[in-house]
């Protein structure tokens, strides 16, 4: 367990200004972030169906006259989206048509079943379906499977932009602490200065120096009318002893 409590003033001052400071920044950067995840992933994902709804337009001759090279030929073309992992066409019947498969990909992946329109986020991967209608009839479904390496990568540049930040609003935390040390640590520490004095010497004639008009400032009155009462008792009672030594 960390010994806040064995700590000087001035250490818990400055501890206490970063964690307040480190722990508004982190909920503000944690909410800033989760947003900015969930508005990615929409943006993501009407990316992929307007791929999907390009694709699966242009598909609609091939599907027509059952011309498989065509098919595939388009889907190549898939190559400039270097985020798209696989990609396929499939009939009408739910039979796959034409297939792309990104390069460096397993050339064994898993042909997903047909399924209606609808997409779904996994662990690392988007998946989509898409219907192919040619007027009020569907020919086909177009399936796209996207990574999510870019919003991984966005996330990364995201947790190294808020360590940026945090660590330079340390520097005003700190200067701010600096602040509140003068404030409150410096009477305090001023007021213990003299209560050591007083209790070495025994010197009740000592005082303490008001620096602040708020309750700091009241308890140093308060320790000084303490110091002369103490002071007052002090006079008489050497006084009554001196008397006693003279009867």
């Known amino acids: 367990m960390f010994p806040f409590g064995r700590l000087s003033i001035k250490r818990k001052l400055h501890v206490t200004t970063l964690v307040g400071v480190a722990a508004a920044l982190i909920l503000s950067c944690l909410a800033f972030a989760s947003y900015d995840l969930i508005v990615f992933r929409n943006s993501l994902l009407r ?28 889907l190549s073309a898939l190559r400039a989206k270097p985020h798209i992992r696989m990609a396929m ?29 609808g997409a779904q986020f996994g662990p690392n991967q988007l ?3 898409h219907q192919i209608k040619l007027g009020d009839n569907s020919i086909g479904v177009v399936y796209l499977e ?20 945090l660590f330079l609003a340390s520097l005003p935390a700190l200067a701010l602490a600096r602040k509140l040390q003068d404030a409150i640590a410096t009477p305090l520490l001023h007021l213990a200065g003299v209560a050591r004095m007083v209790s070495a010497r025994k010197d009740y004639s000592v005082r303490a120096v008001r620096q602040n008009d708020d309750e700091l400032g ?30």
């Open 146 to 165: 996207s990574d999510l390496a870019e919003m991984r990568q966005r996330l990364v540049q995201f947790a190294w932009t808020n360590l940026i930040v």
């Open 127 to 129: 998946i989509l379906f």
């Open 218 to 247: 009241n308890l140093v009155d308060d320790f000084n009318e303490m110091l002369g009462q103490i002071q007052l008792r002090d006079t008489e009672l050497k006084q009554y002893r001196d008397h006693l030594e003279e009867q």
């Open 89 to 117: 066409i499939y009939s009408a019947d739910g039979k796959p048509f034409a297939h792309y498969v990104r390069a460096g990909e397993h050339k064994d992946l898993t042909v997903p079943k047909m399924q209606s329109d």
């Open 47 to 74: 990316d992929l169906q307007t791929l999907a709804e390009i694709v699966g337009s242009n598909s609609t001759a091939a599907l027509s006259f059952s011309d498989q090279n065509a098919a595939g030929e388009l």
